[in-house]
C-alpha cells in the first residue's frame, strides 16, 4: 500500500479513536455502500469484496491490531516475522495480549553474528519499551486466573479485552491504545469490582473508585496516553 494512503488511512484512525486495520476495513465498506452514478455491484459481487478486503486486511502487518485468538490452539506471536512492521512498538504487546495471543519478542541482533539485513540497534528505545511491556503483561499472567479467560473484545469499547465474565471471581483486563475513557459491559458480573490503572509509559499504578456488576459502566484513564485498565473481584 503507497505510504500516503498508509498515513491518510492513520489520520483517519487518530480522528476516530480506533486503528489502522480498522480504518481501513470501515473505509473499504464505505467505498462499497457508496451511490455513485457508477454501475452498483451486485449484493453478491459487494460481500465477496468485502471478505477479500477482511482477509488483506487481517494479513497486513499491522502489529497495532492482530486478530483475536478463537481458542482452537495457542498462537505464538513472534515479533520476528513482524520485523518489518512500524507499527512494532510498546502498543503490540498489550494488544497482542488482550486478544489472547502469546506475544514472542525477538532482540535485534547485537551484531556478534553476520546477518545479510540492515543492522539494527539493540539499544533502540522502542526495544526496551517493549521488552518492559512484556514484563508488565508478565506480572498480570501471573495474577489473572488466566485458564478462565477469554478475548472478549466485544465487552469493552476499544476491542481490547481479555475477560472472565462470571458471576463471582470476575477479571477484566482492558487496553486503551489512545487513552481517554472506555466502556466494558460488565452484565455478567455481580456484586462489587476492584479498579486498578497501568500507565504503560511511566510503569505508574493506582487504584480507581470501585464499580459494581450487571451493566455497562465508564471508565477513564487516570493520565494521557495508552493505558491499562484492570476490573477484578
Not at 484512525?13 to 454501475?39: F, P, Q
Not at 513472534?78 to 518489518?84: A, E, G, I, Q
Not at 497482542?96 to 539485513?117: H, I, K, W
Not at 486503551?176 to 459491559?185: H, N, Q, W
Request: hydrophobic share 40%; net charge negative; aromatic share 8%.
Amino acid at each position: 500500500m503507497p505510504r500516503a494512503l498508509i498515513e491518510e488511512a492513520d489520520a483517519w484512525a487518530a480522528a476516530n479513536n480506533t486503528v489502522r486495520s480498522e480504518a481501513i476495513r470501515r473505509l473499504v465498506e464505505r467505498g462499497l455502500t457508496v451511490r455513485t452514478k457508477a454501475k452498483q455491484p451486485t449484493p453478491n459481487h459487494a460481500a465477496r469484496a468485502k471478505e477479500l478486503a477482511r482477509k488483506a486486511i487481517d494479513n497486513m502487518s499491522d502489529a497495532t491490531a492482530p486478530p483475536a485468538a478463537d481458542g482452537n490452539k495457542v498462537i505464538l506471536f513472534d515479533s520476528d516475522h513482524l520485523c518489518c512492521s512500524t507499527s512494532l512498538q510498546e502498543p503490540w504487546v498489550w494488544t497482542s495480549f488482550t486478544r489472547g495471543l502469546n506475544p514472542l519478542f525477538m532482540d535485534p541482533y547485537d551484531g556478534a553474528f553476520p546477518v545479510d539485513e540492515a543492522p539494527r540497534d539493540p539499544h533502540d528505545p522502542r526495544w526496551e519499551q517493549i521488552r518492559v511491556a512484556m514484563g508488565y503483561t508478565l506480572t498480570f499472567a501471573n495474577r489473572l486466573n488466566l485458564v478462565a479467560m477469554r478475548p472478549r473484545g466485544d465487552l469493552a469499547s476499544t476491542g481490547y479485552c481479555l475477560a472472565n465474565p462470571v458471576a463471582q471471581g470476575a477479571e477484566y483486563l482492558v487496553y486503551l491504545p489512545t487513552g481517554g475513557s472506555v466502556t466494558v459491559d460488565l452484565s455478567g458480573s455481580s456484586g462489587t469490582l476492584t479498579v486498578e490503572w497501568l500507565i504503560p509509559s511511566t510503569g505508574q499504578t493506582s487504584a480507581g473508585a470501585t464499580t459494581t456488576g450487571g451493566g455497562a459502566r465508564s471508565f477513564t484513564a487516570p493520565t494521557s496516553g495508552d493505558a491499562v485498565l484492570y476490573v477484578h473481584q
